[in-house]
C-alpha cells in the first residue's frame, strides 16, 4: 500500500488563510513558496513521520499528534499524526499564536 498524506478540512482551511496572509503582505511569490514548502514538509513527514516532537499536552482526543516546523517558514509550524497510511495533517497554525487555545477549540 502507498502511503499519503490527508490534509483535514480545518489544516486545508489554515492553508488557505495563511496563502493569503502572505500573498497580501509579501506578494505571490512569497505565498506560493509557503505552499511549496508546505508540501516539502508534509512529504518529508511521510518518510520520517516519528521525527516531530510529541505534543500530547495539546489534545485528549490525538494522543499522537506530534507538531514539526515549516523550513523556509520556521514560525509556521504542522501539527499531524502517523497514522498507518501515512500522515494525517491536523492544522498548520503560526507558532506565537495560542496553540493550547486553538486546540481547545476545536469540535
Same mark, same amino acid.
Given at each position: 500500500?502507498?502511503?499519503?498524506?490527508?490534509?483535514r478540512p480545518r489544516a486545508d482551511q489554515d492553508i488557505d488563510?495563511?496563502?493569503?496572509?502572505?500573498?497580501?503582505?509579501?506578494?505571490?511569490?512569497?505565498?506560493?513558496?509557503?505552499?511549496?514548502?508546505?508540501?516539502?514538509?508534509?512529504?518529508? #513527514? @511521510?518518510? =520520517?513521520?516519528?521525527?516531530? +516532537?510529541?505534543?500530547?499536552? !495539546?489534545?485528549?482526543?490525538? *494522543? #499522537? @499528534?506530534? =507538531?514539526?516546523?515549516?523550513? +523556509?517558514?520556521?514560525?509556521? !509550524?504542522?501539527?499531524?499524526? *502517523?497514522?498507518?497510511?501515512?500522515?494525517?495533517?491536523?492544522?498548520?497554525?503560526?507558532?506565537?499564536?495560542?496553540?493550547?487555545?486553538l486546540f481547545e477549540e476545536e469540535p
Amino acid at each position: 500500500m502507498r502511503r499519503h498524506v490527508t490534509i483535514r478540512p480545518r489544516a486545508d482551511q489554515d492553508i488557505d488563510e495563511h496563502l493569503i496572509f502572505l500573498a497580501g503582505e509579501s506578494g505571490i511569490d512569497t505565498a506560493l513558496r509557503f505552499f511549496d514548502a508546505v508540501q516539502d514538509a508534509c512529504e518529508r #513527514l @511521510l518518510k =520520517m513521520p516519528e521525527m516531530g +516532537a510529541h505534543r500530547e499536552d !495539546l489534545t485528549s482526543t490525538l *494522543p #499522537l @499528534l506530534r =507538531m514539526w516546523p515549516i523550513s +523556509a517558514f520556521p514560525k509556521y !509550524l504542522i501539527f499531524y499524526q *502517523p497514522v498507518h497510511s501515512g500522515i494525517d495533517v491536523v492544522r498548520v497554525i503560526y507558532g506565537t499564536r495560542d496553540i493550547p487555545t486553538l486546540f481547545e477549540e476545536e469540535p
